[in-house]
């Protein structure tokens, strides 16, 4: 069973064609609204790395898939993305993802400390635009604060110089898009180091580039 939390949505909204289609699809035992939100988005409990995560993942486009489809991503291009979801494929996992996996609990009790805030992970989905999903590594009770945890190295150097690296850009900025956000704590953990935090700014004219973007490849994803 999957529990929804609605957050903004109210009139016409919740009963658009994206809305209703998913609704139909994934059964739900809880609605709540928030209309102080400045983006509608549905809460979704799905543990990550699950079987049933995944699936959730391969249907829609998330954080990660950003940089591939605005072109930004050197290791993985838009056509290899539309290739792995209409094929269902589900990349491999390097050993330094395996790491990343493995210290982000760590990473972020670290944050949590250093912050005086608690969070928690948690899947959230566009509620007019089904497809526009992202999985935060940590958002607060207030659904005020969204934290992206790195923990590789390199993202650590980058991060000791005040720099988060342009592959990343995409990424933080489709969770600002998914959450209606205005800021993303971006933060870098190394067991030997510690944690770096820096701060990223919604950019709302590369929003929407975006958006535009990512709605034409998803239409290339769906198309028969």
Not at 9 to 27: I, V
Not at 90 to 100: D, K, Q, R, S, Y
Not at 117 to 145: F, H, N, Y
Not at 189 to 214: A, C, S, T, W
């Amino acid at each position: 069973m999957i529990e929804v939390v609605v957050w903004g949505l109210e009139g016409e909204n919740a009963a658009s064609c994206c809305w209703r289609q998913w609704h139909e699809k994934f059964p739900i035992i809880n609605v709540m609204a928030n209309t102080e939100k400045e983006m509608s988005y549905i809460e979704i409990n799905l543990r990550q790395s699950t079987k049933e995560w995944l699936d959730w993942r391969m249907d829609g486009i998330g954080a990660s898939d950003a940089a591939c489809i605005m072109g930004e991503n050197r290791f993985k291009s838009a056509e290899k993305l539309l290739r792995e979801k209409h094929q269902r494929i589900t990349p491999e996992i390097n050993a330094a993802m395996a790491e990343g996996t493995r210290l982000e609990p760590e990473a972020r009790r670290s944050y949590e400390k250093k912050q005086a805030i608690k969070v928690e992970p948690l899947c959230i989905q566009s509620s007019e635009c089904s497809w526009m999903r992202a999985s935060l590594d940590g958002i607060d009770a207030q659904r005020q604060t969204i934290v992206e945890i790195k923990c590789g190295k390199s993202a650590m150097r980058e991060a000791q110089y005040g720099v988060i690296p342009d592959y990343y850009f995409g990424q933080l900025q489709h969770q600002l898009m998914v959450s209606g956000l205005d800021t993303i704590d971006y933060w870098c953990y190394r067991p030997e180091f510690g944690g770096v935090l820096l701060k990223m700014e919604r950019d709302q004219d590369y929003i929407n580039i975006l958006l535009e973007k990512e709605e034409e490849f998803y239409k290339r994803m769906v198309a028969p």
